[in-house]
């Protein structure tokens, strides 16, 4: 039986997956409930503290998978959404192998509280926790969920507020966590993005951005589309290449 753990900034972001795991409070120098299957500890706000508690978790436990999980500001999506995150700032690109029920985003990770902006998600922990669980374990591992709980506006939630966001979402949440060992992962078609990448001399930021969109359309079994153009320099390679994968899901719905 694996080990799940979920690192949170706030108690209040947890409580719920707290009662529904009748998890127990451990004795230790962090905030930490826990039983056989499940741990959670509480890390505070702020990369380095979300780093801090995630190291010590890992450091401590024998723990298989791990997941951040909270709230999240937003000025694109409506509070209450709730979104798997793909990449993280500029060149974090955790590796989405398993099937899951929710929509993806990118965010972005602040040492300060944002309120004004142009921004998908924004946080201030996920970089912190995803640097320090990638000393420890695969990519493919680790997991950051977010849900939508303001469009940029500086207030604190309370306890209710919390629980309304999270309730919708909870059986989602709890059957994604239970059947994590369950799952299989895909086999990603590294030849098909190897070949892009010499043939097309992409960089390595690229070569991530592509990656995710092969991942996604691998798991909504949508054909790989088939690239023949002859190469015109790295800018131009890439965005054209992109306008193809972008043709091929549009195709598909």
């Known amino acids: 039986m694996s080990l799940k753990a979920i690192v949170a900034a706030f108690y209040k972001e947890v409580a719920q997956l707290i009662k529904h795991y009748k998890l127990k409070k451990e004795n230790t120098p962090f905030e930490i409930f826990k039983n056989d299957e499940i741990i959670v500890i509480i890390s505070g ?4 503290n979300s780093a801090i508690a995630t190291t010590y978790l890992l450091s401590n436990y024998d723990i298989d998978f791990c997941i951040n999980f909270g709230i999240a500001g937003s000025s694109k999506f409506k509070v209450g959404e709730i979104f798997l995150i793909n990449k993280i700032n500029k060149n974090l690109y955790p590796d989405i192998l398993y099937t899951h029920p929710f929509k993806e985003s990118e965010i972005i990770c602040s040492d300060k509280i944002i309120t004004n902006g142009d921004f998908k998600l924004v946080d201030m922990e996920s970089e912190g926790f995803f640097k320090a669980a990638t000393k420890f374990l695969p990519l493919e591992n680790i997991f950051i969920i977010k849900i939508v709980s303001d469009n940029l ?10 629980n309304n966001l999270i309730s919708p979402h909870l059986q989602n949440i709890t059957t994604f966590i239970d059947n994590l060992e369950k799952k299989e992962k895909f086999r990603f078609n590294e030849t098909y993005l190897k070949d892009l990448i010499t043939t097309y ?9 592509l990656k995710n969109k092969i991942i996604y359309l691998t798991l909504n079994n949508i054909p790989l589309p088939k690239i023949e153009f002859e190469p015109i320099n790295k800018k131009q390679n890439f965005q054209k290449i992109v306008d193809i994968f972008e043709a091929s899901l549009e195709s598909s719905s």
Do not use: A, M, Y
């Open 201 to 209: 001399h992409l960089s390595k930021s690229q070569k991530e951005i």
């Open 45 to 48: 706000i702020g990369k380095i």
């Open 153 to 162: 506006i500086c207030f604190r939630p309370d306890d209710n507020f919390i």
